[in-house]
């Protein structure tokens, strides 16, 4: 699912950690960053100087629950 535009990316992330499986963040050119690692949360944040690769990817969840958990940031 595509992320909805002008999100708190911070909240979001936090909710992330709310999830029960792992949840990921796909780039248009392939790469998938693990939202749960500290690490490629600040990848993911640091994507926000680039609009367009948020506007191009998605977001992917391990398990089927963790979308109602992240729904308010997501585009149905």
């Not at 992330?13 to 500290?38: A, I, M, P, R, W």
């Not at 994507?47 to 191009?56: F, G, T």
């Amino acid at each position: 699912m595509k992320l909805k535009k002008e999100i708190s990316l911070t909240s979001f992330l936090q909710k992330v950690k709310d999830c029960q499986g792992e949840v990921t963040f796909q780039t248009s050119e392939g790469d998938c960053l693990n939202l749960k690692s500290v690490l490629t949360g600040y990848i993911f944040v640091a994507l926000m100087m680039s609009p367009e690769v948020l506007e191009e990817g998605w977001i992917t969840c391990e398990e089927k629950e963790d979308y109602d958990i992240l729904n308010e940031y997501l585009v149905p």
